[in-house]
């Protein structure tokens, strides 16, 4: 299992969720694996107002698994800590 926590700035959260969930719900399905943005009071005390916390968790994963989806807004690297929200 890996699990990770990125704080991901207030105005990109939307590139992840994506118009009614459908780029979080691809995300979810081709990397086999939980995103979950959490509210705003789960937060932890070094992020700043405009930031948002994103956990991802891959429960059976393997480094070849990573590199399945770009898109223009959100890519997943090769490496299960780096993501770019462009």
Not at 24 to 47: F, G, S, W
């Amino acid at each position: 299992m890996i699990i990770t926590r990125l704080l991901v700035p207030s105005s990109k959260v939307g590139c992840i969720l994506g118009q009614g969930g459908q780029v979080i719900n691809e995300m979810r399905r081709r990397l086999q694996a939980d995103i979950r943005v959490y509210p705003k009071n789960d937060k932890p005390k070094c992020a700043s107002d405009d930031e948002e916390l994103v956990q991802v968790m891959w429960l059976n994963v393997s480094f070849a698994d990573f590199n399945v989806l770009t898109d223009d807004s959100v890519m997943f690297s090769p490496y299960p800590w780096s993501l770019a929200i462009t």
